[in-house]
Structure formats: C-alpha cells, structure tokens
C-alpha cells in the first residue's frame, strides 16, 4: 500500500475547491483505488468481491493509516466505500450483497451512509426520517443532512423509522439507490476539508421490502454494528495525518536555522518532539487494540471509543503543534501542515463526537464493574 501511494497520491492536493473540482477528484480516486483493489478491503464476502470473507478491521486501518498519510480526501473515498457498504456487508441478504457489494469493490459504484438529520446527530436515536408501509413498498420521507458523498453517490444506506416506538428501537435501515424517486440533493455544503457533503431530501421516495437491510427495527443495531468496525479506523485515519505532521516537524525543525543552530537542537523543541511522537505511539496501541480485538470476534465498543477519541484528540494536538514548530510557513494555504490541521477537525466530530465517545466509555466501564460487583448466583 506504502508504495502504491507514494506513486499513485503524489499530485493529490486539491486546488480547486468548487463542487465540480471536488466531485472529479473523488470520482478519479474510486477509479484509481478500484482499479488497485483496495476496495476489497472495504467490503466482506470473498464471493461479493471481498478480501476475505468479513472486513479485516486492521487491513481497513493500516490502509487509512497509509492513505491519510499522502492524501485526506483519498483516505475519504476509500473510507466512505467501506463505510457506506458496511451495512450492506454485515446484513445484507445474499441478493443485496451480491447487487451492490462487488461494484463497490471494483469501485463502479459508490457508496454512502445516511444516518444524521437537522435535529439528531449526536443524538442519533431522535431521528424523525419515516418510512411508511404503503402497499407492498415503503414511503420514505424527511431529510437527511451531513451525508458524505451526497451528490456523488450511486446508493445510499439510510436509516428512518418504521414504526412509532420512540427511540432507537424503531428505527430500520434501506439501502436506496440514488435515482430513486423523490430523493434529491436539497444542498450541497462546503467544508474546510472539502469533500462532497449534502443535505438529502426524501419525499415519499419508493422502495420495495427487498431493499431494508435486516428486519424492521433493526437499524440502531445495524448502524452502531457498523461504526463499530469503522470508528477503529477513523483513528488509523487520524494516526496517519499525526505521523504526517511528525515527519514534516522533524524535516522542519532539522534544517530551518535560528540563533546560529538548527531548531531541533533547542531543548524546547525536542520536548515538543518527544511528546508528539510518545502520543502518537500511544494512540497506535489503543488503534491497533481495537482493530485486533474486533477482527478475533470481542466486543469492542469501549475499545473503539477509546482509540477515536484518543487517536483523532492527539492528532489534532500534534498537528498544532508542526504547525507551530513551522512559524509562518505553516499557516500557508495548502502547506501540507495547514492541511492536515484543516483534514484532521471534522474527525473530532462525526462518527461520534469526542464527548460522546466519552460517555460511550464510561457507561462501558460502569456497567463491567457492575456486573463484577454482582453476587453470582
Ligand atoms: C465532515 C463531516 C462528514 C459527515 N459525514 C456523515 C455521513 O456520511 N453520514 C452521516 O449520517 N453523518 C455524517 N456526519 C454527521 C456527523 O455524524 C454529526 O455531525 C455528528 O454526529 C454530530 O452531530 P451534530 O453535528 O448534529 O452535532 P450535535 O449533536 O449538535 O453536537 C454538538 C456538540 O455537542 C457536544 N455533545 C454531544 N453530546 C454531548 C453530551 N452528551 N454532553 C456534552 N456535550 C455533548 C459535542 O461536542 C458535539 O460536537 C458528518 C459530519 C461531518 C462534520
């Protein structure tokens, strides 16, 4: 992967930042990626066009780890495949599998996922969108915002309620194609790390029983199911943009010359130095855990939380700091430092914001020593 990245992402900072300019670019890289095969890696199933028969959480990571290091928005595109399958890949039915899996491995189709609304998104399970039995098809109608690779996406795994139990335990998930009718791209919305990202809009938009993954009121379970091999990797992710910083720092500060020495010879910057590169060792272990634990079949949702949390809140700190230890130099445009600052922010946000990530542990935690607390009868 190292290699086929070096040679393959080199030209990979975007200039141009309109809608058009960044649709190309991902729709390049799904080629480019697909073509290489790493896709396989995003979906399971060897028969479905995967590598192996369930997704190797710690391949997804070192690949994200390799390509966020050389490029953000390549680490998206092969991100938002595995992400946008995953559902599909997990519950999907033999036909659905075999529908859409093996184009999004060959990176003929692209996938996205299609939770977050106007009024939930931490808050996941206060979702409004419904979808309505009407006859022998369901009636899809709301809004769903934040949605990567809206626009640009040729299937959609969307998550809406199928019943009036509140909560999480209402909710089932679809896989609708994107020229469904009464789907539309209500927004398209600009971000400091552009990516395409769109408000959707669903308007008693049909689709046939054949295509909800899993049975009704199954969707919390499929969604969570889902960020709970891909959360690892947003940490792998965020490790790669940390390890980036820590080599352009290094650069940096070995060869820009102040009061007569180099700046890494200054005991202040080594200090810097040496904290980076400790946190970044750590938040590996606690990435490389989570990965490990989850590919021998544990439960891994403190886990996963843990590295998140850790992985995306050090590299934003170690990002910083390069920044720092560049002077000026670091605040330009499209400095590979300035970048990785701009790259690195949003993963502090979504697939579960930090605090969320915070309470998922500590309810984690309390409830384990619950249960150990427990008389055993
Ligand atoms: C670049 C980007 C790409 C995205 N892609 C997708 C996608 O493909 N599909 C999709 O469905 N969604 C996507 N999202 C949405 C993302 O999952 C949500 O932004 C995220 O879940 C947070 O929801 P919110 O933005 O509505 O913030 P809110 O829910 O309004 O939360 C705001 C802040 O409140 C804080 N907070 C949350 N809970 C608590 C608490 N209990 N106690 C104290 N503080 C708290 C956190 O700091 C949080 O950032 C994307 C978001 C971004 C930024």
Redesign the pocket.
């Known amino acids: 992967m190292e290699q086929w990245a070096a040679t393959n992402l080199h030209d990979a900072t975007l200039k141009d930042h309109s809608v058009q300019a960044v649709d190309d670019a991902c729709r390049q890289l799904v080629r480019r990626l697909g073509e290489a095969g790493w896709f396989k890696y995003a979906v399971g199933g060897k028969s479905y066009g995967g590598s192996a028969d369930a997704i190797d959480t710690r391949a997804v990571c070192l690949i994200r780890e390799t390509l966020a290091w050389h490029s953000g928005l390549a680490d998206f595109v092969f991100a938002m495949q595995g992400?946008g399958s995953g559902a599909i890949s997990l519950f999907g039915s033999h036909e659905q599998k075999a529908k859409y899996l093996p184009r999004v491995a060959e990176g003929a189709a692209i996938a996205?996922?299609?939770?977050?609304e106007p009024e939930a998104?931490?808050?996941?399970a206060a979702l409004q969108c419904r979808a309505v039995k009407k006859g022998d098809e369901y009636g899809i109608t709301g809004v769903?915002t934040?949605?990567?690779?809206g626009g640009i996406a040729d299937f959609y795994v969307v998550f809406a309620r199928t019943s009036d139990v509140p909560g999480a335990k209402g909710i089932s998930a679809f896989v609708v194609n994107a020229n469904a009718a009464g789907l539309t791209i209500a927004e398209r919305i600009d971000?400091m790390a552009p990516h395409p990202?769109a408000r959707l809009e669903f308007k008693d938009c049909r689709v046939p029983p054949c295509q909800r993954l899993g049975e009704e009121g199954q969707g919390f379970k499929v969604a969570m199911a889902t960020l709970d091999i891909f959360r690892s990797s947003v940490a792998a992710a965020a490790l790669g943009f940390a390890r980036r910083a820590m080599e352009e720092a290094l650069r940096r500060s070995s060869s820009r010359k102040m009061f007569g020495h180099a700046l890494a010879d200054f005991q202040l910057t080594q200090a810097k130095l040496a904290k980076m590169a400790t946190d970044i060792d750590c938040a590996a272990l606690l990435t490389y855990r989570a990965a490990w634990l989850k590919d021998q079949g544990c439960p891994v949702t403190v886990e996963a939380a843990m590295a998140k949390m850790t992985a995306t809140e050090t590299a934003q700190q170690v990002i910083d700091a390069a920044i720092q230890i560049f002077g000026a130099l670091g605040v330009v445009t499209d400095e590979p430092v300035e970048k990785l600052y701009r790259e690195i922010r949003?993963l502090r946000?979504?697939?579960?914001?930090?605090?969320?990530q915070q309470?998922i542990i500590a309810r984690g935690i309390i409830k384990a020593f619950q249960e150990s607390e427990r008389p055993h009868g």
Request: proline letters at 4%; a negative charge.
């Open positions: 992400l996205a996922f299609a939770i977050s998104g931490s808050d996941v769903k934040w949605i990567s690779n971000v990202l949003p946000i979504y697939e579960g914001a930090t605090e969320v309470l």
